[in-house]
Nanobody
Framework: QVPLVESGGGLVQAGGSLRLSCAAS??????MGWFRQAPGKERDLVAS???????YYADSVKGRFTISRDNAKNTVTLQMNSLKPEDTAVYYC??????????WGQGTQVTVSS
């Protein structure tokens, strides 16, 4: 398994910003992204970015979150602005080369207080 090491996250007030980073070692991936899972809910894709810079955003975060990659360093970053309490979740970095995401980080907690 290739480790995906996440950093960032924490507690912020509504309207604030946080930045999540993820570093992959040992190999490159065609797609890297971020999922999130709130208590009692499914894990959902928040944003993803291909090595060719095609980005996907969930409707709930469009205009507020920005995903970026450094292909040379094998890192992916999620800049989260205008955070809302409903953004509270555990955020997971994920990566794939095929159809399914089969590489996952350990998860980092993001809590947005109202």
């Amino acid at each position: 398994q290739v480790p995906l090491v996440e950093s960032g996250g924490g507690l912020v007030q509504a309207g604030g910003s946080l930045r999540l980073s993820c570093a992959a070692s040992g190999r490159t991936f065609s797609v890297m992204g971020w999922f999130r899972q709130a208590p009692g809910k499914e894990r959902d894709l928040v944003a993803s970015l291909t090595s060719g810079s095609y980005a996907y955003y969930a409707d709930s975060v469009k205009g507020r979150f920005t995903i970026s990659r450094d292909n040379a360093k094998n890192t992916v970053t999620l800049q989260m602005n205008s955070l809302k309490p409903e953004d509270t979740a555990v955020y997971y970095c994920a990566a794939r080369n095929g159809v399914s995401y089969n590489y996952w980080g350990q998860g980092t907690q993001v809590t947005v207080s109202s």
